[in-house]
């Protein structure tokens, strides 16, 4: 059974930072593309940030500068580093696995909420 599950989410200020972590099992994070959606209450869900099997990565341009997605292949985990945060930014974050041009795959995290309060 694959599962992926998150880790560190919270309450931060604006202009704080937070790293999340998305562990896989199996050999996920090596053989797909992984990435992080966002939900925010009211909106639908947005893709933040993907990262190939390759290293290549892409971010939507609401966070381009400000985070950045990385992977440690040996931990089979998937990290979300969040800088200068934004009121905006709040949402539940889920991690995915299996991203194919933005499309999510099949595999999703049970989310982690990310609070940034002004």
């Known amino acids: 059974q694959v599962q992926l599950v998150e880790s560190g989410g919270g309450l931060v200020q604006v202009g704080g930072s937070l790293r999340l972590s998305c562990a896989a099992s199996?050999?996920?994070?090596?053989?797909?593309?992984m990435g992080w959606y966002r939900q925010a209450p009211g909106k639908q869900r947005e893709l933040v940030a993907v990262?190939?099997?390759?290293?290549?990565?892409t971010y939507a341009d609401s966070v381009k500068g400000r985070f950045i997605i990385s992977r440690d292949n040996a931990k089979n985990t998937v990290y979300l580093r969040m800088n200068s945060l934004r009121v905006e930014d709040t949402a539940v974050y889920y991690c995915?696995?299996?991203?194919?041009?933005?499309?999510?795959?099949?595999?999703w995290g049970q989310g982690t909420q990310v609070t940034v309060s002004s």
């Open positions: 995915n696995a299996g991203i194919l041009l933005g499309v999510p795959g099949n595999y």
């Open positions: 990262i190939t099997s390759g290293g290549s990565t």
């Open positions: 199996g050999s996920l994070v090596s053989r797909y593309a």
